[in-house]
C-alpha cells in the first residue's frame, strides 16, 4: 500500500514539473507580481513589440462614441476607464459622448490578453483582450486586428474599422482593424555597391589621380601656377565647346541667335 501511495506521489511531482516547464505562455496577471509581456511573434515570424505603440483614441463621428486604447498597459487617472473593472483597461469607449447621458464601458484588459490566428491574410497579427464590462452574462471581448501602414510615423496608429457583434441590448464582442508602421515588414539595408557606385569611385579617383600626378610631373619639370594643370589648353579649350554647347541650346528655346568666335553659320 505505501508502494503504491510513493508511486503516486512520484506521477504527481512529474506531472507537476512537466506542466511547468511545457506550458503555454500566455501575458500574466499583475495580482502575480510578474511583469506582463506585449512581444508576440506574427507571420513570417516577424516580432512585434506593442509597448512600441502610443496610446491613441478614434472618434466614430457617425454613432458620436469615442474610443480610446493604450494596448500594452492599463488606464490611468483622469483617463477613461480608469479604474473600474477587476482589471486595468486597455480599451475604452464613451459612448454618446457628446451628450449628457454619455457612458464609458471598457472592453479589454491587456492582463487578458492573447493572441489568435489572423482571420485575413492582410493581418500582421491578431490579439484579444478579454475582461470587459459584462454584457448579460458574458465578459465584453475585444479583437484587434493589426495591419501595415508605412505612412505613420513610429509608434502612431489609427483604427480603420469597427465591428460589434450585439448580444441582446448590448455588443458582447468588439473588433477592431488597426494600421501601424510597427506591423510592416522591415526595409533591408542596401548590401554592397552597386555597379553606377563603383563606375563612379574608378572615374573621380581616376580623373583625381590624372591631375595629381600630372600636376607632380610638370612640378619637377620647373612649371608653376597654371602651368600645373595637365594639357591646359585642352582643358580651357574643353570647357569653352561645352559653354558653346550650352549657348546654342539656349538660343534654340529662346529664338536668340547665337554667335561664337569659333565657329561660323552653316547657311
Same mark, same amino acid.
Given at each position: 500500500?505505501?508502494?503504491?501511495?510513493?508511486?503516486?506521489?512520484?506521477?504527481?511531482?512529474?506531472?507537476?514539473?512537466?506542466?511547468?516547464?511545457?506550458?503555454?505562455?500566455?501575458?500574466?496577471?499583475?495580482?502575480?507580481? @510578474?511583469?506582463?509581456?506585449?512581444?508576440?511573434?506574427?507571420? =513570417? =515570424?516577424?516580432? %512585434?513589440?506593442?509597448?512600441?505603440? !502610443?496610446?491613441?483614441?478614434?472618434?466614430?463621428?457617425?454613432?458620436? =462614441?469615442?474610443?480610446?486604447?493604450?494596448?500594452?498597459?492599463?488606464?490611468?487617472?483622469?483617463?477613461?476607464?480608469?479604474?473600474?473593472?477587476? +482589471?486595468?483597461?486597455?480599451?475604452?469607449?464613451?459612448?454618446?459622448?457628446? #451628450?449628457?447621458?454619455?457612458?464609458? #464601458?471598457?472592453?479589454?484588459?491587456?492582463?487578458?490578453?492573447?493572441?489568435?490566428?489572423?482571420?485575413?491574410?492582410?493581418? =500582421?497579427?491578431?490579439? #484579444?483582450?478579454?475582461?470587459?464590462?459584462?454584457?448579460?452574462?458574458?465578459?465584453?471581448?475585444? #479583437?484587434?486586428?493589426?495591419?501595415?501602414?508605412?505612412?505613420?510615423?513610429?509608434? @502612431?496608429?489609427?483604427?480603420?474599422?469597427?465591428?460589434?457583434?450585439?448580444?441582446?441590448?448590448?455588443?458582447?464582442?468588439?473588433?477592431?482593424?488597426?494600421?501601424?508602421?510597427?506591423?510592416?515588414?522591415?526595409? @533591408?539595408?542596401? !548590401?554592397?555597391?552597386?555597379?553606377?557606385?563603383? %563606375?563612379?569611385?574608378?572615374?573621380?579617383?581616376?580623373?583625381?589621380? +590624372?591631375?595629381?600626378?600630372?600636376?607632380?610631373?610638370?612640378?619637377?619639370?620647373?612649371?608653376?601656377?597654371?602651368?600645373?594643370?595637365?594639357?591646359?589648353?585642352?582643358?580651357?579649350?574643353?570647357?569653352?565647346?561645352?559653354?558653346?554647347?550650352?549657348?546654342?541650346?539656349?538660343?534654340?528655346?529662346?529664338?536668340?541667335?547665337?554667335?561664337?568666335?569659333?565657329?561660323?553659320?552653316?547657311?
Amino acid at each position: 500500500m505505501k508502494n503504491f501511495i510513493y508511486t503516486g506521489i512520484v506521477i504527481v511531482l512529474l506531472l507537476a514539473i512537466i506542466t511547468v516547464s511545457h506550458g503555454i505562455v500566455v501575458p500574466s496577471d499583475s495580482s502575480s507580481g @510578474e511583469p506582463i509581456s506585449c512581444v508576440f511573434t506574427g507571420i =513570417n =515570424n516577424q516580432t %512585434f513589440d506593442l509597448k512600441k505603440l !502610443k496610446p491613441f483614441t478614434y472618434n466614430d463621428t457617425k454613432n458620436d =462614441n469615442n474610443y480610446s486604447f493604450n494596448l500594452c498597459s492599463g488606464f490611468t487617472g483622469n483617463q477613461p476607464c480608469a479604474g473600474v473593472g477587476t +482589471y486595468e483597461n486597455s480599451i475604452c469607449v464613451i459612448l454618446k459622448a457628446s #451628450t449628457k447621458t454619455a457612458t464609458q #464601458t471598457y472592453l479589454g484588459s491587456y492582463e487578458r490578453l492573447s493572441q489568435i490566428t489572423p482571420s485575413s491574410a492582410d493581418y =500582421n497579427l491578431t490579439l #484579444t483582450y478579454g475582461g470587459g464590462a459584462k454584457c448579460g452574462m458574458l465578459a465584453e471581448i475585444s #479583437t484587434v486586428n493589426f495591419m501595415c501602414n508605412n505612412d505613420l510615423e513610429e509608434g @502612431e496608429s489609427q483604427v480603420l474599422s469597427i465591428a460589434g457583434t450585439m448580444q441582446g441590448t448590448c455588443y458582447s464582442k468588439f473588433t477592431f482593424v488597426v494600421q501601424s508602421s510597427l506591423f510592416c515588414e522591415p526595409v @533591408e539595408a542596401k !548590401k554592397g555597391l552597386s555597379g553606377g557606385d563603383v %563606375f563612379l569611385i574608378i572615374f573621380f579617383c581616376g580623373f583625381g589621380a +590624372y591631375f595629381i600626378l600630372g600636376a607632380v610631373i610638370l612640378a619637377i619639370k620647373g612649371h608653376r601656377g597654371k602651368d600645373l594643370i595637365v594639357n591646359k589648353h585642352f582643358w580651357h579649350s574643353f570647357f569653352s565647346l561645352v559653354g558653346d554647347g550650352f549657348g546654342f541650346i539656349k538660343s534654340k528655346i529662346t529664338g536668340h541667335h547665337h554667335s561664337s568666335g569659333d565657329y561660323e553659320q552653316v547657311k
